[in-house]
């Protein structure tokens, strides 16, 4: 069974800090590249991070290197998204995804929203100036 709950949205202010969580059905956290999307108001929906749960290797968008930090529990079947120093601009509604789990072999491609077919719900995170 597929699934995906995204959890710890909220609102900040610039220069705050916010962790949200992305936890997974054992059928599809393991072994497979989970990402984090996020969709800006009138902004096309883009890649943030990803991780590949077997070995941890992770990626980044510029915009988000050495603020954020994607990290993973193995034993919690989660993966995390921790946002430091967030901006105005960082205001989305922050999905994560996953990619069929038979077929993934790594986070090749991991911004591309093709490379994925399992979708959260998302969670707000509002940042204030």
């Known amino acids: 069974q597929v699934q995906l709950v995204e959890s710890g949205g909220g609102s900040v202010q610039a220069g705050g800090s916010l962790r949200v969580s992305c936890a997974a059905s054992a059928y599809t956290y393991s072994s497979n590249c989970i990402a984090w999307f996020r969709q800006g108001p009138g902004k096309e929906r883009e890649g943030v991070a990803a991780i590949y749960t077997s070995g941890g290797s992770t990626y980044y968008t510029d915009s988000v290197k050495d603020r954020f930090t994607i990290s993973r529990d193995n034993a919690k079947n989660t993966v995390y998204l921790q946002m430091n120093s967030l901006k105005p601009e960082d205001t989305a509604m922050y999905y994560c995804?996953?990619?069929?789990?038979?077929?993934?072999?790594?986070?090749?491609?991991?911004?591309?929203?093709?490379?994925?077919?399992?979708w959260g719900q998302g969670t707000q995170v509002t940042v204030s100036s």
């Open positions: 995804a996953a990619r069929p789990p038979s077929i993934v072999t790594g986070c090749d491609l991991w911004y591309s929203l093709n490379m994925y077919s399992y």
